[in-house]
């Protein structure tokens, strides 16, 4: 019996954890399942996907730069792929039509709320950056209900663009635009969705965010502490914790999406950080 393909799209691609996160995950649940790391041209994605599905592919996730051109592609959206306005997961549905999700937010908020026991539900949360990143997680945050969502980015346009969009998914929540300078009180859990902390910069940002019990979760993640996270311990953050979690889960969703088997993702968040 031949297993069921697989793959993660996206340029570069040689670094990604995917392929060995879903065999791990294949591994574990007994799914036939062979899973592959696929580097699209940059300007020949479409056609990368067209390919995959083409030669009896199932499933694709996409990665950076090629999120939002997979949102375009697709013909169905899920309700959370279509206010995310950039998706992760690819598949045919049963009448054929290629259909995307996302499941970026839905990984982020069950590394908080089951692997760490973070509550957001009331939070005062602080999210930095209005990015693709951030915009894929906003909504299922939203939907915990926290007390109050405070979005920071350099240019507060795209902030309150951002703050507009997603008003909607929880009315209840009070949601802000402010610049990076702006935040000066503690908040509860802070969220960094900006990239710079892999190039080893940071936002422009009081340390008076931060308070004895303030939660910091980084999107990004590294063997070292992030850079982001070693300014908040250093500033007296009670708690940091990188995106590892959060690329497992988001995996865990896809997979389950797919396959339609919810897999464990304790061991292999673990068997990761060991690597």
């Known amino acids: ?85 950039a998706v992760n997961t690819l598949y045919r549905d049963d009448q054929g039509r290629l259909t995307a999700d996302n499941t970026d937010g839905c990984g982020l908020v069950r590394d908080l709320t089951r692997n760490h026991g973070i509550r957001l539900n009331g939070a005062r949360v602080l999210v930095l950056g209005a990015g693709g990143a951030v915009r894929g997680v906003l909504g299922p945050i939203l939907q915990q209900q926290p007390a109050s969502v405070t979005i920071a980015n350099r240019t507060v346009a795209k902030a309150e663009a951002l703050a507009q969009l997603f008003a909607p998914v929880a009315p209840g929540v009070e949601i802000n635009a402010v610049g990076f300078e702006r935040p000066d009180q503690p908040y509860d859990v802070i969220i960094n969705g900006t990239s710079a902390s892999l190039q080893g910069d940071l936002p422009p940002l009081s340390p008076t965010v931060i308070g004895s019990e303030t939660v910091i979760y980084d999107m990004m993640y590294s063997l070292q502490t992030t850079t982001f996270n070693q300014w908040a311990l250093d500033n007296g953050a009670g708690r940091v914790f990188d995106g590892l979690g959060m690329l497992v889960e988001q995996a865990a969703e896809s997979f389950r999406v797919w396959r339609g088997v919810q897999p464990e993702t304790a061991p292999v968040i673990e068997e990761l950080r060991n690597d």
């Open 1 to 85: 019996m031949n297993n069921d393909l697989y793959a993660v799209v996206g340029h570069p691609i040689s670094h990604s954890k995917s392929p060995r996160i879903h065999s791990l995950f294949a591994l574990q649940t007994g799914q036939a399942v062979e899973y592959t790391a696929i580097q699209a041209p940059l300007e020949d994605f479409a056609d990368t996907v067209r390919e995959f599905f083409e030669r009896g592919g199932k499933g694709l996730n996409v990665t950076v730069p090629f999120k939002e051109q997979a949102w375009q592609l697709a013909e169905v959206r899920t309700e959370r792929a279509e206010k995310a306005g």
